[in-house]
């Protein structure tokens, strides 16, 4: 068992909650094992606090209004988890759009430079790239010789 399971096993001993088998085991357990020792012997000394802290007396409309509250927060967090689920749908479509357009100009620059690359050394060009190339109005002759010539 992990850690949090033999704490919540400890807490159940300490309040009272626990049948006489599991007592025994959570007992055997806390003879070998210091960190639930130390967290009931936390507990025991929270326990202690509290009560040395007194009592107070609250008035019932301080509970009304503290219980109203609590409901009201609880509205305001439903209303707001569906807010973060549209956030986030909308987060998500953005980034697969962005992703897409990145993907998709990778693609094209990779496809005008072969283009570009061919009919700057002489090869042939087939239809689809003469289209392509064709596209471009502003590759002249001259850019195309000043191309080869840098190269």
Known sequence: MNTHT???RVSAYYDGEVSPRELAAVEQHMKDCVQCRTFLHDLREMRRDVRAAGTYDVSLAFASRTARRAVRDEGDETVWLGVEQYARRAVLA?????????AWTS?????????LERRITGESIDSLESHVLLK?????NQDIFLAVVSK
């Open 6 to 8: 033999w704490f919540e």
């Open 94 to 102: 953005l980034a697969a759009l962005v992703l897409t357009f990145i």
């Open 107 to 115: 693609i094209n620059a990779m496809n005008n430079s072969v283009v």
């Open 136 to 140: 471009q109005t502003e590759i002249s």
